[in-house]
């Protein structure tokens, strides 16, 4: 069996330091949720096929749970409770409560930090773009209709602003 | 046959919920202020940010995790376990094995037939066998695997034909013989004698193949016994009532010392609806160690849990005449089981008695036989045990169509069962919106420009469909309502409901909210639900059957206009006017007549209420009338109201890879009255991808025996293997809302969640005739079967043969020529049958 023991890794989460002790094969999924209290992210296979527990670090969308915790150190990661900004949501996520473009919701964290990296990057994507940068993440309650018309709403909102 | 007593069903003096003076189907005030909105969910932001707390996100003090093991064979004898390492391991709390939960349950009470634990035969690859509480999952799962198990293996029964050719390897011994579940035959009219009047009688042979939910939450719970003999379970679960039934007969703790919460849940469409193994362990193994246990289903073994899309082989024979009207139907057909009972004696009654709307059927009979396999147990998926019959029977109708050169919208129009009708095995129909769907969808799609125009490889194809608004069949016989509502007003301005009712995404919570707010003129934000909590609320029988809209939009409809009513009644004493002139609407409480002078906010309105009549509160519940046919089995799909749906599908097929793309489908629905438009169009758009999904790709297969392993083993137990469409796979999606007004649904609301799926699959397998010419009557619609099927030659003269046919009727009718009617040929001598009702079934209505 592997080892039981522990060390301390270092994380900056959402801006902040987090500090937690795991063993070396601990996900950044599992770090997450079960050490660092951020349930946001989902577990939806746990072997990077759905795409539920999708986080952003430095700019791209990863798969925490194939991510060993210990190899986001000096790195930054963004989870969907680093999305609102001073109590008040983000653009994209006020776009797809509005849109009902989350009927369960479990894979919703996944699908807004997909959305939210395209956005950051990308302020003006086409729908085949959009549909293409969600591609891995597996939604089986909306049929994406409504979560494409979100990201268009919520992209349309941020160009206004600027 | 004489019915034994436990199997009656409720009597005829049931109870009657509250008729309220001009009905249920309007608003209370002089019109709509939430009902009918694009309004929000009342959990939308906690969802979108990442605060909607699912099962794994709970995490109690000292709380240890478990793991099951599972059967490795696909049928086998247990000869022994021997768990004495796994105990001894550090950080090993607690090890159960069959012996441990002996007691039988099962979700249909007449079938119960599975344990927890498996005590002495396994009967599926992940047959679940032992289970280990530990410090983590990983001390869990290394107990497990020290755990030695001698087994005997038994000769597997992968198929249908196995099935019924073995019933000496007999998987199931609680089965009625051999390997048969459940078998129905009943006839309505005299089938043989409509298909002798018939001028065109079609045969065909179709397969549908098993498919699964697959959730994107897997199975997940939290058992907490505590010291005073209290358990609380903390499950991913569609059906807490029914979960909570279950967990006091196996435990054998005391119903009244147990409580079930349902967390958010994330997706289930029927994959969540009876109790699963991990319940009963996680609570076994709380109540032997005293502390929390947590089990989280692998995506692995929610494939092997499955609950899902049974396979089916269907034979029919349908008959019509040269002038469109339909004469006789028979239908043969064989459901793979699997290894368990499960919902299966509902499954085979669906799978008949759900086809008879809405087209008239003269004369129908079906045959239909369960049997049980050495594979995971189907169950309930979304449309249980109706999608299948009726892909069979709208491709069915389609080539009936083509025989009588019709157009296939107008056959459908031509057959249409009409609104306040009765089926021919006496389902009783009242709001029918089907035509408008049929209008909807051929004039959206543009069908009339393209069907039998486009070119090779394009082509659009439609079908029809009904289903239940929740039936008049209760799981376990009882006289008590279906659905039960509780209310709190306060004198802050707000409204608690509390309700059995069970969300899995499709906004059961918020419709009570939506009706709660109309009734009592509040804002969605000053509403709170507490739903699914069995301690807490009122039963609901769960969400299943597409009941939840109907069933508790009614009972909170009651409930609240009942408070309505006290509140009306202080407001006009104070104002000197008649209640029905008081207006409750977005905070605001007044008097029509003098709205400037006489009002004050609906919060100091509550206050006046409860000084008037004390503490506020009141109670609604709903039950189904006496509903369904007087034979065996005729309740079993009878439903206060049924939805009715309409697809077109449109597709452009590549004959070089035999890849279908399906480019669109228009969905027309008729839900009786949306509620919230954007649910109801997320039911429509999420129900036609996952009945495209099942069209085009999934597939819930097993593997053969081979050197290497035995049989039953999973073919792709994982997301990347098997295939559900991602953002680029699915269908561009069109959701036409048709509001039929039901006069019994809230607010005339019917159902959304499943109705909308069925016509997808058969829609596409025309839509894909009409392009290529080859009739896909197996699923998958996958490149090899679509090239196989132009392999086999004909394709392009078939394709060529129907568009000259539909060529010429069109001309034909253009120029004033009447449609073809009469009989082509004639019978000599044979005396025209009359339609009587069969010594099997048909009794009157």
């Known amino acids: ?162 | 046959m004489k019915i034994p007593t436990g199997r009656q069903m409720p009597r005829a003096d049931r109870l009657k919920p509250p008729e309220w003076p001009g009905g249920r189907s309007g608003p209370p005030n002089r019109e709509f202020s939430v009902i009918g909105r694009r309004n929000r969910k009342v959990e939308g932001l906690a969802k979108v940010t990442g605060r909607a707390i699912y099962a794994d996100d709970i995490a109690l003090p000292r709380m240890l995790h478990a793991k099951l093991k599972r059967s490795i064979h696909a049928h086998a004898l247990i000869l022994s376990i021997d768990v004495r390492e796994a105990l001894a391991m550090p950080g090993v709390h607690g090890v159960i094995t069959g012996k441990d939960l002996p007691e039988y349950y099962g979700i249909i009470p007449w079938t119960q037939d599975e344990q927890a634990l498996c005590e002495h035969k396994v009967r599926y690859v992940g047959d679940a066998i032992a289970a280990v509480a530990a410090e983590s999952e990983l001390i869990a799962e290394e107990a497990l695997n020290s755990i030695r198990v001698e087994y005997e293996v038994l000769p597997a029964v992968t198929g249908i034909d196995e099935a019924l050719e073995h019933p000496e390897w007999r998987v199931n011994e609680k089965s009625v013989e051999g390997n048969i579940s459940k078998r129905v035959e009943l006839e309505f009219g005299d089938v043989e004698a409509e298909l002798g009047r018939s001028d065109v009688v079609v045969e065909g042979r179709y397969w549908y193949e098993g498919s699964t939910h697959a959730p994107i939450e897997p199975h997940c719970c939290v058992a907490d016994y505590d010291a005073t003999g209290l358990l609380t379970l903390y499950s991913s679960t569609q059906v807490a009532h029914y979960l909570h039934r279950d967990l006091a007969r196996v435990l054998g703790l005391p119903t009244q010392r147990i409580r079930v919460i349902q967390p958010v849940v994330g997706g289930a469409f029927g994959g969540k609806s009876e109790p699963f193994s991990l319940e009963f362990c996680a609570s076994k193994l709380s109540m032997i160690t005293g502390r929390p246990v947590k089990i989280l289903y692998t995506r692995e073994e929610v494939f092997y849990a499955h609950r899902g899309r049974h396979p089916m082989r269907l034979h029919y024979r349908t008959g019509i005449r040269a002038d469109g009207t339909l004469t006789g139907i028979d239908a043969r057909i064989h459901i793979d089981g699997g290894a368990y009972s499960s919902f299966g004696l509902v499954t085979t009654y669906y799978s008949g008695q759900l086809l008879t709307a809405p087209y008239t059927m003269p004369a129908y009979r079906f045959d239909s036989t369960r049997v049980f396999t050495n594979k995971p147990c189907c169950g309930p998926k979304r449309g249980h045990g109706s999608v299948q019959p009726r892909f069979a029977f709208e491709c069915q109708l389609d080539r009936l169509a083509e025989a009588i050169g019709m157009d296939p919208i107008e056959v459908r129009r031509k057959n249409f069962i009409g609104e306040k009708s009765t089926t021919v095995n006496c389902l009783r129909i009242t709001s029918n919106g089907f035509p408008e769907c049929l209008d909807a969808v051929e004039r959206a799609s543009e069908w009339r420009r393209k069907f039998r125009r486009m070119p090779y490889g394009h082509g659009v194809g439609v079908a029809g469909s009904m289903y239940i608004s929740g039936t008049n069949y209760c799981i376990y016989p009882n006289e008590m309502p279906q659905a039960g509502v509780q209310l709190k007003l306060d004198r802050s301005g707000r409204a608690t409901v509390f309700c059995g009712a069970s969300d899995i995404g499709q906004g059961v919570d918020s419709v009570l909210a939506y009706i709660v707010c109309e009734e009592l003129g509040l804002e969605l934000r000053d509403v709170r639900v507490v739903a699914a909590d069995t301690d807490l609320t009122p039963v609901d029988l769960g969400s299943y059957s597409s009941r939840e809209t109907f069933m508790v939009g009614n009972a909170c409809l009651d409930a609240a206009r009942k408070l309505r009513g006290l509140i009306a009644e202080s407001l006009a004493e104070r104002w000197g006017c008649r209640p029905g002139e008081v207006t409750l609407a977005a905070g605001v409480a007044c008097c029509t007549r003098d709205p400037k002078r006489k009002s004050m906010s609906v919060r100091e309105a509550f206050q006046l209420a409860e000084s008037r009549h004390g503490t506020l509160g009141s109670v609604g519940w709903y039950q189904t009338p006496q509903l369904g046919g007087d034979y065996r089995g005729g309740t079993i799909g009878a439903s206060p109201a049924y939805s009715f749906t309409a697809h077109v599908a449109e597709v452009e097929c590549d004959v070089e890879t035999g890849v279908v793309n399906v480019k669109k489908i228009w969905v027309a629905h008729d839900c009786g009255r949306a509620l919230n438009p954007v649910s109801v169009e997320g039911q429509m758009e999420g129900s036609a991808y996952m009945g495209y999904a099942e069209a085009l790709m999934e597939e819930q297969v097993f593997k053969a025996a081979t050197r290497a392993h035995g049989a039953g083993l999973h073919h792709g137990p994982s997301l990347l293997d098997y295939r559900i469409p991602t953002s680029m796979d699915t269908p561009e999606l069109e959701s036409l809302i048709i509001e039929s007004i039901d006069p019994e649904g809230p607010y005339g609301a019917k159902e959304a969640g499943e109705g909308p799926l069925h016509p997808s699959i058969p829609a596409i397998a025309n839509a894909i005739y009409d392009a290529l010419g080859i009739r896909c009557d197996s699923l998958p619609f996958h490149p090899p079967r679509v090239l196989g099927l132009l392999a086999a030659g004909g394709a392009r003269e078939a394709w060529e043969r129907a568009r000259a046919q539909m060529a010429a009727r069109r001309s034909g009718l253009a120029s004033g020529a009447s449609p073809p009617h009469g009989r082509r040929g004639t019978r000599g001598g044979r005396a025209r049958a009359t339609a009587r009702a069969s010594r099997r079934g048909g009794a009157g209505c």
């Open chain 1, 1 to 162: 069996m592997e080892t039981q023991e522990t060390a301390v890794c270092r994380l900056s989460v959402n801006g902040e330091r987090r500090e937690c002790a795991i063993t070396p094969y601990t996900t950044l999924l599992e770090a997450l949720r079960y050490s660092l209290g951020l349930t946001g992210s989902k577990q939806g296979c746990d072997k990077g096929d759905c795409g539920a527990c999708t986080v952003v670090m430095d700019g791209l969308p990863v798969l925490s749970c194939i991510t060993l915790a210990f190899a986001c150190e000096g790195r930054e990661v963004i989870t969907v409770e680093g999305l609102a900004r001073d109590g008040r949501p983000h653009p994209i996520q006020d776009r797809l409560d509005e849109s009902g473009g989350a009927q369960c919701g479990f894979c919703t964290p996944g699908i807004l930090m997909s959305a939210w990296a395209l956005l950051e990057r990308n302020p003006r994507p086409s729908r085949e773009e959009i549909a293409r940068e969600l591609s891995g993440n597996l939604c089986r309650c909306t049929g994406y209709t409504k979560i494409f018309e979100a990201v268009e709403r919520a992209a349309a909102d941020l160009a206004e602003r600027r």
